[in-house]
């Protein structure tokens, strides 16, 4: 007797990083063994970010999974404020993240990232030292820039961080070690400026796509950019982590 489709569902999770607790979500699809997208959110925010939201619910209705993941000292993560300004504490969280994920039997083996401004960082950071199945990355620096003072909290996340000095980095080395991307970016986002979209997309490898949003800001105001974003991530992701179904129609 075939074994039933399981039922969609979310989980809520707490796992340790680095002797550091912290809390994720995660969206599992009507579907056995789906591949899985984690979402990294911006410098101030936390996993109940719009975007990632949306996104979230979009791929899990094509029969991927997505863990919403807050990083340490934001959200409902333990950890001091100054670590979560640093690309890489983040990246670790990542990297701890995967190993829960493939300690799961229930998910399959394709991974993607999903990374939202310094979250974009931080998947550029990781996906350059280990294979991931698909990319994509919404107004992403390559290099620190004094972000803190204008990106306000979004979906709750925990305020003042804005005095607290985001750790220099640069991830300009790992872009031509990543590919199957997908970069998003406004065209007049005031705070992390175009051309670093350009430039990935310019170092990354093929199959990449770059979208700069005509008028676009830095917190994708504009909910035609939202829904721009969502649909474009969600068949990036479909047409990587599962690459033998037909892209969808429309």
Do not use: Y
């Not at 979500?25 to 009507?30: D, Q, S, Y």
């Amino acid at each position: 007797m075939a074994a039933s489709i399981p039922l969609p569902r979310t989980e809520e999770l707490t796992f340790a990083a680095d002797g550091v607790a912290l809390r994720a979500t995660l969206h599992l699809p009507a579907a056995r063994r789906p591949p899985v997208v984690i979402g990294c959110h911006g410098l101030l925010s936390d996993r109940r970010s719009p975007k990632q939201t949306a996104l979230a619910e979009a791929c899990t209705a094509q029969g991927l999974a997505f863990l919403r993941l807050d990083h340490r000292g934001c959200g409902e993560s333990e950890g001091r404020p100054e670590a979560a300004a640093s690309l890489a504490a983040r990246a670790s969280d990542v990297r701890h993240a995967l190993r829960l994920l493939e300690s799961r039997g229930e998910l399959g083996a394709r991974v993607g990232l999903f990374g939202s401004s310094m979250g974009g960082a931080v998947c550029l950071e990781v996906a350059g030292g280990r294979p991931v199945a698909a990319l994509v990355t919404f107004a992403a620096p390559v290099r620190s820039l004094p972000l803190a003072p204008a990106e306000p909290p979004a979906g709750g996340g925990r305020g003042g961080m804005g005095s607290v000095p985001m750790e220099p980095f640069d991830v300009g080395a790992r872009l031509g070690r990543v590919g199957r991307i997908l970069v998003v970016h406004g065209d007049a986002d005031r705070l992390v400026p175009p051309s670093h979209a350009r430039e990935i997309f310019a170092n990354a490898q093929e199959p990449k796509r770059l979208i700069l949003q005509p008028g676009g800001d830095h917190l994708m105001s504009g909910t035609h950019h939202q829904r721009e974003f969502v649909r474009e991530a969600a068949r990036w992701f479909r047409r990587f982590l599962l690459p033998d179904l037909p892209p969808p129609e429309g």
